[in-house]
Each structure stands twice: as C-alpha cells, then as structure tokens.
C-alpha cells in the first residue's frame, strides 16, 4: 500500500476528493467537452493575462530608460554648475590654494 506521507510537504500537498475528481480523466463527452471548453477559457485567459503583461513591461522599460536619461542630464547639469577645484587651477605664482576651503576642529 502507497503511503500518502511521502510525498507531501504542506497542506496543499494532500490530494482531496475534489482534487482528485480534477486529476481524473474524464469517463464521458459531456465531461470531456466541458473540460475541453474549461481549459480553452483558461488558456484565452493567460494569454490575454500574458500580452497584457508583456505591453507592461514594455511601458516599465520605457519608462527605466526615460528615468535614466534624465538623471544623466541632470548630472551633466550639476557637474556644469557645481564651481571647479581651485587646486585643480595653479594660480599666477604656480600654488595651488583653495580659499572655499573652511577648516574644522574636532574635539573628542
């Protein structure tokens, strides 16, 4: 006798009598027509589910790239504006200082 325990994990896993009628195969065409018709509704509905899901993530792609381009300008935009290191400049006597440069004393 095949014991039930070995293949089953959770709650989910243990066959029911509803579960089973679901498995078995059908005894007569009415059954097999209506399970027929079932499984082509399902099937209609994952596929419109799926294309659906694909033209979503086309708009989410699009908008990634979107978000994208325009964090790069405005970087591009800070890095225009932001003042550049006076240590980068030599000054007219070949020093290098920087005056935006404000010290800090800490005290532990």
């Known amino acids: 006798m095949k014991t039930i325990t070995a293949n089953v994990r ?14 078995a195969v059908p005894s007569n065409r009415e059954q097999i027509m209506s399970e027929l018709a079932r499984l082509e ?4 509905r994952l596929e419109r589910e799926n294309t659906i899901w694909l033209a979503n993530q086309k708009k989410c792609e699009m908008r990634i790239r979107q978000v994208q381009e325009r964090a790069e ?4 935009k800070l890095e225009e504006l932001l003042p550049k290191p ?3 400049q030599p000054n ?7 005056k935006n440069f404000r010290g800090v004393s ?3």
């Open 92 to 98: 007219e006597e070949g020093k290098k200082t920087n």
């Open 73 to 76: 300008l405005l970087r591009l």
């Open 10 to 23: 959770s709650m989910r896993d243990i066959p029911t009598i509803q579960g089973m009628k679901n498995r």
């Open 86 to 88: 006076l240590d980068a």
């Open 106 to 108: 800490l005290e532990y």
């Open 41 to 44: 509704r399902e099937k209609a």
